[in-house]
C-alpha cells in the first residue's frame, strides 16, 4: 500500500497522560500537513511541513502540541497532558510540491484519540 | 481569513438520482482552488473534484460536476446517477494560491449524504 498511513488507529488515554501518533507519508512526497476533526465538524489546520521544515502552525497549536518530521520522511504529533478537549481525529496529509505549486492532498485514515 | 459554509448538514437522495450540495465561501483573494473532499464512514478522505478558480469552465469527474459562480462565491456539486457508495460525508474546501498560507485547506463544516434505495 503506497497511501499515507497513520498509526495507531484508536488512542485511549487518561487525562494528563503524554501521547505521540506517527504519520508515514506517500514516499516521493515532500509537504506534510497535520489536520484536527472533531465531531460532526471539518478537519481544521494545525501545522505543516516542508521536508523537515516546520513552516506554519495554527493557533490551535498550543504549546503541549509539538510535531516533527525528522530527516523529511514521517512525522509525528506529541501531546502533552493531555485534556478531555483534545479528543478528536488527528488527520495527516501529504503532497509534492512542484515547481507549478502543490498538488493534491492525500489524506491518511487518521488517529481517533479519546480522553478520559 | 477564508471560510467555507456548507449550510446543508444532511441531505439525502434515492438511487439513481440526482442531488446537488451546496458551497458558500469568502475570501479576498483572485486566485485559489476550490476542492469536494468525500468522507465515507470509518474510511479516509478522498478528492471527488477540484476547481481553479481562474477557469472559468466548471470540472466534471465523471457523475460528479461542479456549478462554480465565482462572483457569487458559490461552489455546489452535482451528483448524477446515485450510487449507494456515494454515501458520505461531503466537505468543501479552499485552498490559498501556493505563495501564500503553504496550500493548507479551509473546510467547511460537511453534509452527510444518504442515499436511499
Known amino acids: 500500500d503506497t497511501g499515507v498511513s497513520q498509526n495507531p488507529r484508536h488512542k485511549i488515554t487518561k487525562r494528563g497522560q503524554n501521547v505521540t501518533f506517527r504519520c508515514d507519508p506517500i514516499?516521493?512526497?515532500?509537504?506534510l500537513y497535520w489536520y484536527r476533526q472533531t465531531l460532526g465538524q471539518g478537519p481544521e489546520f494545525l501545522t505543516y511541513?516542508?521536508?523537515?521544515?516546520?513552516?506554519?502552525k495554527s493557533r490551535l497549536l498550543s504549546d503541549r502540541f509539538s510535531a516533527e518530521r525528522p530527516k523529511g520522511s514521517f512525522s509525528t504529533l506529541e501531546i502533552q497532558r493531555t485534556e478531555q478537549g483534545d479528543s478528536a481525529m488527528y488527520l495527516c496529509?501529504?503532497?509534492?510540491?512542484?515547481?507549478?505549486?502543490?498538488?493534491?492532498?492525500?489524506f491518511g485514515p487518521g488517529t481517533r484519540l479519546t480522553v478520559l | 481569513a477564508q471560510t467555507v459554509t456548507q449550510s446543508q448538514p444532511e441531505m439525502s437522495v434515492q438511487e439513481a438520482e440526482t442531488v446537488t450540495l451546496s458551497c458558500t465561501y469568502d475570501?479576498?483573494?483572485?486566485?485559489?482552488?476550490l476542492f469536494w473532499y468525500k468522507q465515507p464512514p470509518s474510511r479516509q478522505m478522498i478528492l471527488v473534484i477540484r476547481?481553479?478558480?481562474?477557469?472559468?469552465q466548471n470540472a466534471t469527474e465523471n457523475r460528479f460536476s461542479v456549478n462554480f459562480q465565482k462572483a457569487a462565491k458559490s461552489f455546489s456539486l452535482k451528483i448524477s446517477d446515485s450510487q449507494l457508495g456515494d454515501a458520505a460525508m461531503y466537505f468543501c474546501?479552499?485552498?490559498?494560491?501556493?505563495?501564500?498560507?503553504?496550500?493548507?485547506?479551509?473546510f467547511g463544516e460537511g453534509t452527510q449524504l444518504t442515499v436511499n434505495p
Open positions: 496529509a501529504s503532497s509534492l510540491v512542484l515547481a507549478g505549486g502543490p498538488r493534491e492532498q492525500f
Open positions: 514516499s516521493e512526497h515532500n509537504r
Open positions: 511541513f516542508q521536508n523537515e521544515a516546520q513552516l506554519e
Open positions: 475570501t479576498s483573494e483572485s486566485d485559489y482552488y
Open positions: 476547481q481553479e478558480a481562474y477557469k472559468q
Open positions: 474546501a479552499y485552498r490559498s494560491p501556493p505563495e501564500t498560507s503553504g496550500s493548507r485547506l479551509t
